[in-house]
């Protein structure tokens, strides 16, 4: 990478005047257009536009609204987009309003109709050989990175690397390795634990993580729910039956690291750009297919052609802005709202053992882009605040009175 900042452009989700020429939809257009002109798209070219469309009631995800002006935006280039996300959000898209009408183009499911169109991609970590990443991903010449910025409960945050590593997988890498990768380290030891001990431990957790098999006298830990209370240990005290293994929480960030690599290896590095959307920042990602408060105040768009740098950005911006203490969910009990702390919103949220930096810099060292950046603003409420004021455009063309 060369020693130059990387370009993270940036519209407010708040303007300097009451115009349409200042307004968001405006800025998301304009910022649009910037990376389609840094991005050697060719007539025919296949554009596969990898959003998260969300599951069942959540509305949360980027609104249809955007999507189409991207869509139409990229038609432009005379190229073909196409959106594309896992089966099942696939599936049920047209509850949350996305159609090939609304949106102006294809919805096809990454991994093919059955998830079974796949191709292998070599990883090597933690005792995973291959992925098998989405062949409508590989089958496409220019990526699109479109994300909405939001926590997560695995990794704290879940954005532009999430949405690829997660999102473009077929469902058994996604979930029996990607998410499978932070159960390699063994936390639960059976010859010093007893079935009540074990018993005692689920009862105890306060946000219901673990679980246990009497069967096989085997405890298992959803670490998506874990938010590192310490209470298993406390209760454990004593007998030494589990852990709560900080490289587990690690893992999972760089296996999400890797996996987005290993997507993005598939093109070439100019024919891709990202979109972060940072608007109803939930503290969950919308794959928990449930409407939710937003606990961070909207803050804008962000576009670059550097995967680190936007998410960098995006982190930087969360983290600044700060949670809204009254719209936390009550179901999160151990959130640290120590202002002495320097931690992340994220990782207040979902426990320290969750730092959403994490992905990002493990991305850094795979040389998938850099975190300098530099904050380029367009039509700024300071720039737009000065320009002359438009006349009345409530109802304009085309007008029925
Ligand atoms: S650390 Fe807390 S949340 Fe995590 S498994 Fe133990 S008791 Fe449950």
Known sequence: MSSEKSKVYFGSIQHGIMAKFASFAVKVDKITE?????????????????????????????????VRRIVEALKKTGGYPFITDTSTAVYNAVNRGYTQETCGCPIIPVAGVKDGYSTPVEINFRGFDTLD?????????????????????????????????????A????????????????????????????????????????????????????????????????????????????????????????????????FDPSKVFYLNFLTQITAYCDCLGAGQPPVVND???????????????????IKKEGL????????LKHVNLDPSADLHPFMRLHG????????????????????????????????TAKMKPAGKTFESEPTFF
């Not at 296949?46 to 469309?53: E, F, G, Q, W």
């Not at 803050?299 to 911006?317: F, N, P, Q, V, Y």
């Not at 809204?324 to 179901?331: A, R, S, T, V």
């Not at 994490?358 to 603003?377: D, P, T």
């Open 171 to 266: 469902a058994s890498s996604r979930w029996y390795k990607i998410h499978g990768v932070s159960h390699v380290d063994q936390y639960w030891d059976g010859e010093k634990g007893s079935i009540e001990h074990a018993q005692k431990l689920v009862e105890a957790c306060p946000y219901r993580a673990l679980s246990y098999d009497e069967k096989n006298h085997k405890l298992a830990r959803n670490y998506h729910d874990c938010h590192q209370c310490f209470t298993c240990l406390e209760l454990d005290e004593g007998v030494g039956a589990v852990k709560v293994p900080r490289e587990s929480y690690s893992a999972f960030q760089e296996m999400i690291a890797i996996s987005s690599q290993k997507v993005l290896e598939t």
């Open 352 to 383: 320290p053992y969750k730092d959403p930096y994490e992905a990002v810099k493990f991305g850094e060292k795979l040389n998938m882009g850099s975190s300098q950046y530099e904050l380029v603003e367009v039509l700024s409420p300071e720039e």
């Open 34 to 66: 910037m990376l389609i002109e840094q991005t050697p798209i060719e007539k025919k070219d296949k554009i596969a536009i990898k959003m998260h469309l969300g599951f069942q009631d959540g509305y949360q995800t980027i609104p249809v609204f955007f």
């Open 133 to 169: 990443l989405g062949g409508v991903l590989k089958d496409a010449d220019v990526l699109i990175d479109l994300s909405h910025a939001k926590g997560h409960g695995a990794c704290g945050y879940g954005g532009a690397i999430k949405n690829l590593a997660l999102g473009g997988y």
């Open 299 to 317: 803050i804008g768009i962000l576009g670059s052609k550097d995967i680190i740098a936007i998410e960098t950005a995006t982190l930087d911006l």
């Open 324 to 331: 809204i203490k009254e719209l936390i969910p009550p179901y």
